[in-house]
């Protein structure tokens, strides 16, 4: 299958005091996807499935949401953010979106050592997995940088829990924001991920709008045509100047990438 470039944003990017406001915003600046945080998710089923009818707007993957994390150091913890993901993952199956957005620990919220913090987020994914299978979505696990987290900073690392679960209702994700820092290359880190890849951040090296610094794109864009990717890359970033200006400056900027790694 051809690569494509399908852009998406988080909802609280888009300027608007609504959000079809925002969607019509969207529309116009070649926008495809939304990207929703999962908190509260449930209770937004219906009227999102109703601002998002008929248009070329799709539901991209919802962004955490859940309470506690998957290797929190008591095990009622560990159940708690289980328990909560099982809530998010029924209404973004409901939504059609791709999947949730999961960091198993950030710094700070586990003492647990590797071998078996592994172990248990092994365990914990597949029963995961099965669960969002069965809701027609997945668990998309994101790698961060050291200064967020400690146990998963590579696509490479996570691409290999992906592996190791062996569940079509487990995938990962790429952020070209914490590629900057963590990644010798962004074509080797997709490449690594290959077929787990289902969803894409897009921020700059300074976290704001792709092409307001110096960062560039075409090396991880290479890596996503090669692995035939066609989910959602997304804005979670902040932004310099207007963003009724800037936004659709950076969609066109990305646009332009696109066409350059395809050189």
């Not at 070649?30 to 008929?54: F, H, N, P, S, T």
């Not at 620990?105 to 669960?131: T, V, Y």
């Not at 075409?218 to 963003?243: A, W």
């Amino acid at each position: 299958m051809a690569a494509e470039l399908k852009i998406a944003s988080q909802e609280g990017i888009i300027p608007g005091g609504s959000l079809p406001e925002k969607l019509d915003k969207m529309e116009a600046w070649g926008i495809v996807g939304l990207e929703v945080g999962g908190g509260g998710l449930a209770g937004r089923v219906e009227g999102l499935q109703k601002d998002l009818a008929g248009r070329p707007i799709k539901m991209s993957a919802i962004c955490a949401g859940y309470d506690k994390c998957l290797l929190a150091d008591e095990e009622a913890d560990r159940r708690r953010a289980v328990d909560t993901m099982k809530e998010i993952l029924t209404a973004a199956g409901a939504l059609g979106s791709p999947g949730m957005i999961v960091v198993p620990a950030f710094n700070g919220q586990s003492n647990l050592h590797f071998p078996e913090a592994r172990n248990i987020l092994l365990d914990l994914l597949k029963e995961l997995g099965e669960f969002a299978a069965a809701a027609n979505t997945r668990v998309l696990l994101e790698p961060l940088n050291r200064g967020e987290c400690m146990f998963l900073r590579l696509v490479a690392d996570a691409a290999a829990i992906c592996r190791d679960v062996n569940s079509p209702g487990v995938g990962l994700m790429g952020d070209f924001y914490h590629m900057c820092i963590e990644e010798t290359s962004d074509e080797g880190a997709f490449l690594s991920g290959g077929a787990y890849t289902q969803h894409v951040h897009l921020a700059s090296r300074r976290r704001v709008m792709p092409g307001q610094d110096e960062r560039s794109f075409v090396s991880g864009f290479r890596g996503l045509q090669r692995i035939g990717y066609t989910d959602h890359c997304s804005f979670e970033c902040g932004c310099d100047g207007d963003r009724e200006v800037e936004i659709p400056k950076a969609v066109q900027f990305l646009q332009a990438q696109w066409e350059e790694a395809k050189g």
